[in-house]
């Protein structure tokens, strides 16, 4: 047909992009998914039969009421006896005691076959459900940071790959039942708070370091306060510390510290709970007598970004507003209603006052209502003094209508209303009105 041309599409269809019958190779997708999103092909969530180990395992992680030290302690059982357990630093939260029991069970069942029972729903779902998709994202965050945990989760991953066979199980907790999986999970509990009383100190060795192998022997008090310079000794001095076999001992008996130290002590008192300027001179002072940390500290809180964007900060007192002063006579009104005696049938008197000049209109009436308003604007104050470009009121039902904003927005007048009673924002005009009441009484 001579009225049709045709030609080739240089744009791609989208169409030819979708994969044909003989495209890509035969698979199963939930077998694929199951290789990938867990640690190990062969991972099961149900009990292993005559496996070769059976484990219970658990963190505990709790506060002493008498000292407020923080208790950290994991345990590894059997449903006869206790093969593992011992005390974390007291900054471990109980999720990373139950992944470090865990990991430690997969490292006690290496080369055998094992059934581990936890209570951890954290724990068994590292295991079974997002473990290895955070490995595959390496233990990142969407704001790129790493994940909570990232170490403790990477040596779980790799200590699920040491038993000949593995199934990690979820067990209630706390069913106070006489089963064997009831019964073992409670011994675990009990092991893993007998072993939290004896919890590690909070050493900033172990905020560092994830290393298995013990850390080295604090120095010497002498050794630390060699940091010290010769205007904190003769301040010391000056306080009532003495001198004792080269350590420098406070008035109540604990050794001095140096400013040299107060960076590292404020961030190790400071801590991941963000303790206050209190709390962290608290924290020094039962160990040491310390000059000029609670300034230190102080500076401290105020630099910490967490504590700044999470913490309310003092108010700042703000002075009352007053309203923008008008640039020429009746600019600014401010309307009012006040009831007198009633006279001649009228009850009620609007009250208008110039703010520029604090000159007052009144106009009787016998209602207070929005038809009073408009007719003294339009037929008093508008013919006489011109259009006004704001108008004050309160929020009143004879100021807030729709036949008064109508007037406003045709005469582009702004009208404002404030709390009806509130002295502060009508200052002006009540007390005129309270001198016209006076008069007129």
Not at 169 to 180: E, F, N, R, S, V
Not at 221 to 231: A, I, N, V
Not at 265 to 279: E, W
Not at 292 to 317: D, L, R, W
Request: glycine share 8%; charged share 20%; proline share 8%.
């Amino acid at each position: 047909m001579p009225n049709i041309t045709v030609k080739r599409c240089n744009v791609l269809n989208p169409a030819t992009l979708f994969p044909g019958p003989d495209d890509g190779e035969p698979h199963n997708c939930v077998s694929v998914l199951n290789q990938v999103c867990t640690p190990r092909p062969d991972l099961s969530e149900v009990p292993i039969p005559n496996c070769d180990l059976v484990l219970f395992v658990d963190g505990s992680a709790s506060r002493d009421p008498a000292s407020g030290r923080c208790q950290v302690g994991y345990a590894v059982c059997t449903s006869h006896t206790v093969l593992q357990s011992g005390a974390l630093p007291g900054h471990y939260s109980a999720q990373a005691a139950e992944l470090i029991a865990l990991t430690e069970a997969c490292k006690l069942a290496e080369g055998k076959s094992a059934t581990i029972y936890t209570d951890s729903r954290y724990a068994f779902g590292v295991t079974h459900d997002f473990g290895a998709l955070w490995k595959h994202r390496r233990f990142l965050k969407s704001d790129g940071k790493p994940i909570l945990h990232h170490d403790k989760v990477a040596d779980l991953l790799d200590a699920i790959l040491l038993p000949a066979a593995i199934a990690v199980c979820k067990c209630p907790a706390h069913t106070g039942g006489t089963d064997p999986i009831s019964a073992g999970n409670t011994r675990a509990d009990a092991a893993a708070k007998a072993a939290a009383r004896h919890s590690l100190p909070f050493a900033p060795c172990l905020l560092s370091s994830t290393s298995t192998q013990p850390p080295s022997p604090p120095s010497a008090l002498p050794d630390l306060q060699t940091f010290s310079t010769p205007q904190e000794r003769k301040l010391w001095l000056t306080n009532g510390a003495t001198s004792s076999h080269g350590v420098w001992y406070g008035p109540d008996g604990k050794p001095c510290l140096p400013k040299h130290f107060f960076p590292h002590f404020a961030k190790l008192t400071h801590g991941l709970d963000h303790v206050s300027k209190g709390g962290m001179l608290d924290a020094l002072t039962k160990h040491w007598y310390t000059k000029g940390f609670s300034i230190y500290a102080q500076k401290y809180c105020e630099a910490c970004m967490t504590c700044a964007q999470h913490n309310p900060g003092k108010t700042t007192a703000k002075p009352l507003a007053a309203h923008p002063p008008p640039e020429q006579a009746f600019d600014h009104l401010m309307l009012d209603f006040i009831e007198l005696t009633p006279a001649g049938g009228k009850k009620y008197c609007l009250v208008i006052v110039d703010m520029w000049s604090k000159w007052v209109e009144a106009f009787p009436a016998k209602h207070a209502n929005s038809h009073a308003v408009t007719k003294a604007l339009l037929t008093e104050i508008i013919p006489r003094w011109g259009i006004p470009s704001k108008i004050s009121s309160d929020n009143g039902s004879h100021f807030a209508n729709q036949a008064l904003e109508e007037v406003g927005k045709f005469l582009n007048i702004d009208i404002r209303k404030h709390c009806s009673y509130h002295p502060q924002s009508g200052g002006a005009g009540r007390e005129k009105e309270w001198h016209f009441e006076k008069q007129t009484g």
